[in-house]
């Protein structure tokens, strides 16, 4: 069953106030979103009475089904039910549904913002009848909503700006608190794991608040030595990779000049041909307050490092003149790199860094060109 207490941003929704655009004012409003998620769920997280509550069987395997954001939000859930349970994970692009072969036992966990989503609501043509259905929505009267099994609401609250912001952070939050009430309910993990788990995202509301309050200097500095680039990489490892792709999407969205994100390992197989003078490379790090269902596998500080090098050399060898732009979560890089929030700070500067090269560069960050805010068109 959904919880579906009034949501109480949904008031102030229109309202500006002292921002200068929504998308400003709905990444400011993130802290806020976590704490009330996680006042209203985080004990029935613990002890696995949330996911009881959806009525739904145990599965062997989840499968993801979405788009955009969405399907970058799925991502970071997905990486924790793997990380904590060990449950095989699927991620399935809507649009390619037809291309997927799902098992027995498989939960198909349908996420879209608007809960319109053509794509997606496609896809449970081919799933909904073989499979059980969890949607993960914001709009608990949508047609999404009506055609699951169950259903989790976001409760962000309503979200103006076309590119999602805080509709992501909540997407996460409420999604991973999901996948820990059903591995405590199946048994997977056990109470006590599950208290630490949530303890460490009771930390985000800090964390987003502090990583926001660190960007609000450095991030503007930072774009004004990029703003002429062309184009920029986004590179992750583990539970980076997701939130690596995210901030590629949005600045891609938003300022219209490419952006590409790729496992930091797979710069030498291709990528490493577009690196030139100026080209800005974004770095996103395995962090527990990122993804508390991730665990720690090997040296990803380190290997990120080494592929920094390689764009370094790269730079020699090309005749540049400017050092790559990083954007790293640990205090400790070397000089020249731009620390956001400090070891464990959150998405919000990729969101903050994508809406400030927009807007100097001269572009609508509320209202992108040629996107809606919900896609209803195949």
Sequence with gaps: MPFATPSPFAAEALELGDHTDHMAKEIEEQPAVVAEILDRIAGRAVDGSMWRGLGLASFERVAVVACGTSLN??????????????????????????????????????????????????????FADRYQVLALTNNLHSSLARRADAVLDCHAGPEIGVAATKTFTAQVVVGVSAMISALVASGRIDRSRALALVGDMQRLPG??????????????????????????????????????????????????RWAEAYPAGELKHGPLALVTDGTPRGRRRQRRAQDPGERRRGPCPRRLRHHHRWCRRRRTRTRTRRRPAALATDRRDRPGHVALGGRSSPWSPLQMLARELALQLGCDVDKPRNLAKSVTVE
């Design 73 to 126: 939000a799925g991502q970071v859930i997905a990486t924790a039910l793997r990380g904590l349970g060990g449950v095989p994970t699927d991620t399935v692009v809507a649009s390619e549904a037809d291309q997927a072969v799902l098992t027995p036992g498989t939960l198909v966990v349908a996420i879209s913002q608007s809960g319109e989503t053509a794509d997606v609501l496609r896809a449970l043509d081919r």
């Design 207 to 256: 964390l987003l608040a502090g990583a926001a309050e660190a960007s609000l200097d450095r991030i503007p500095l930072l774009v004004s030595s990029v703003r002429d680039a062309s184009g920029f990489l986004f590179l992750g490892r583990g539970a980076g990779l997701p939130f690596a792709a995210e901030g590629a999407l949005k600045l891609k969205e938003l300022s219209y």
